[in-house]
C-alpha cells in the first residue's frame, strides 16, 4: 500500500508521472463510485475545494470530517478513526497539526493515506507548486537547471517545496531570518536529492537570477502568539518590486496563500503581472487529482 505523506516518499520518476497526470486533459475515473474521507484538524479553504473537486472529478464521492466529529486521540485514537475510516472509503486524506499523526494512520490503514497539511510537510501544495512553475517553463522537463527561491520561514511548505524542486532538477535557496532556517537534517535531506542548495540570511543573494519568487506567511496556523515577535524578526524579508527585480527577467512570483499583504508580499507584487498565485491556486485540484490517480494505481 502507497501512502503519500512527503514529496520524498516519491521516486523522481513517480512524481514526473504525477505532474503529468495534473497536467492531463482526461484521467481514468479512478473513484467511480467509491468515497474518499477527508479529515480535517486545521481549517482550510484551498485544500478543502481543491480537494473535494478532485474527488469528484475522478467519480467520488469526498466526505469532509471536521475534527469535533472524531477527536483525534480524545474521543477515539488516531488508529480506531483510521480503522472505521477504511471501512467505507478507498482513500483518506488528513490535515493535521502533528505529522505523527499521519504515520501512525499509514501503520493500520488498508487505504491510501494522503497528508493535507502537517506541521512537517505539504506535498500536494508542492505539486502544485511544481506543476505551476512546469506549465510557466515548457513543462516538467524545462524545470531542470532553473532556481527556486524561498523567502521567509523554513515551515513545511519551504520544505516540501525544496524537496520536490530538487528533485525534478532545480537549484533550491532559501534566505530566512537567523533561526529560522533548516535544521542539518532537513538540508541533508534536501541535498539528497542532488539539489544544488544555498542557504542564506539575505534574500536578495537568494534571488539574485531566480525564475521563481516564493514566500509564505510569517506566523503559520498554530503561532498565532508569536506573530507580533516574528514581525520584527522578519522586517527585510518582504517580496517587493525591489527584490522582484533582482531576479531573472521572466521570473514570476508564488505564495500558497492565504497572503498577510504587506508583511511577507507587497500587494504590488502580488497583484502584479509577474504573480502566479491564481494559477497556483487552481493546480492545487489538478495536482490532487494527479497525486489520487496514481495512489489508486497503486493499491
Known sequence: MRHLLEVDDLSTTELGDILDLGGAATVPRSLDGLGMALLFEKPSARTRNSMEMAVVQLGGHPLTIRPDEVGLDTRETVEDVTRT???????????VFEHSKLERMTAVSSVPIVNMLSDEAHPLQALADLLTIANEF????????????????????????SLGAGMVGMSVRVATPVGFGFSEADVARIIATGTDFVATNDPFEAVAGASVVYTDVWTS?????????????????????????????????????PAHRGEEVSDSVLEGSRSRVWPQAENRMHAARGALVWLMEQR
Open 85 to 95: 475510516l477504511c471501512c467505507y472509503h478507498a482513500a483518506i486524506g488528513a490535515r
Open 221 to 257: 496556523m498554530g503561532q498565532e502568539d508569536e506573530s507580533a515577535k516574528r514581525r520584527e524578526l522578519f522586517a527585510g524579508f518582504t517580496v517587493t518590486d525591489e527584490l522582484m527585480d533582482a531576479a531573472a527577467p521572466d521570473a514570476i512570483f508564488m505564495h500558497c496563500l
Open 138 to 161: 515548457g513543462g516538467v522537463a524545462g524545470l531542470a537547471g532553473r532556481t527556486v527561491a524561498y523567502i521567509g520561514d523554513a515551515n513545511n511548505v519551504a520544505r516540501s517545496l
